[in-house]
């Protein structure tokens, strides 16, 4: 799998592909837009992405539905299901980054799965990652109705625990990093998984969005004793909880889609 991309993330997913269902929310329930209606980052203490000037290409109009199940102990399965639509012309435009937003009665427990390095996956494939180490998965369609199966492992990048998100019949592996979200998005999340999307070869305006994007974080495991998930609430089933996802995309346009689950289960 050395053909794998090298793609850099600090949370988020894909390169341009998430929402879906109600009318697309543009700033999250609880954090307004910034200066001239952006809005503002909601974690700036994660990875840089190096600068790169805006092009002049198609709005994405994206919507997001996430689902919430809980499992056993306090795990719970996160499904984040973003659809994307180019306001003109039939292909979205490509993005730089996702952030995505977690309930504040979510947190996470990286430190009790095993870890797959990048250079595992691409020396050797995802097959050689640790068992135990697959978090999740989904699947990734792109414009014409071409789809891949997207897998995501638990894993640290640098100092930071993350998610690798790998596409293998893309060859596209992203990185997330799992970060604290800053003010004004504290009311409604305290965790994020930030993906940055570095500048590559291929012109800003020629980079294609997809057109569906689902992941899930939701694996669990016996951790000293007793059942523990990659992905953990504090809530009891029947409680309402808020995720949102922070996009930004190569024509400089920022859109928060943002969805309220009810915890099943």
């Not at 879906?20 to 954090?31: F, N, V």
């Not at 949102?244 to 943002?258: A, H, R, Y």
């Amino acid at each position: 799998m050395s053909r794998i991309a090298r793609t850099v993330v600090v949370v988020g997913v894909m390169a341009s592909a998430f929402a879906a269902a109600p009318a697309p929310a543009l700033t999250s329930a609880g954090a307004g837009a910034g200066a001239g209606g952006v809005p503002p980052d909601p974690a700036p203490g994660g990875l840089q992405r190096p600068y790169e000037p805006d092009v002049d290409v198609t709005r994405n109009i994206d919507t997001l539905d996430v689902t919430a199940t809980k499992g056993a102990g306090r795990s719970v399965t996160l499904v984040f299901d973003r659809r994307s639509r180019a306001a003109t012309g039939d292909v979205p435009a490509g993005a730089r980054r996702f952030v995505f937003l977690f309930d504040r009665s979510i947190r996470f427990r990286p430190d009790a799965f095993p870890t797959c390095d990048r250079t595992v996956i691409e020396a050797r494939g995802t097959d050689a990652c640790p068992p135990g180490s697959r978090i999740g998965g989904g699947r990734a369609e792109f414009p014409g109705g071409r789809a891949q199966d997207v897998l995501a492992f638990n894993t640290r990048i640098g100092e930071r625990p993350g998610v690798l998100v790998v596409i293998p019949g893309a060859g596209t592996l992203l990185e997330q990093t799992l970060e604290r979200v800053a003010d004004p998005y504290r009311g409604d999340y305290r965790w994020a998984l930030d993906e940055i999307l570095p500048v590559t070869s291929v012109p800003p305006q020629n980079r294609v969005g997809t057109t569906r994007f689902q992941l899930s974080f939701g694996a669990t495991r016996v951790h000293h004793g007793r059942t523990v998930g990659f992905a953990e609430t504090t809530a009891r089933p029947g409680a309402t909880l808020r995720f949102g996802l922070w996009s930004e995309f190569v024509s400089g346009q920022v859109i928060v889609p943002t969805d309220r689950s009810r915890l099943t289960g």
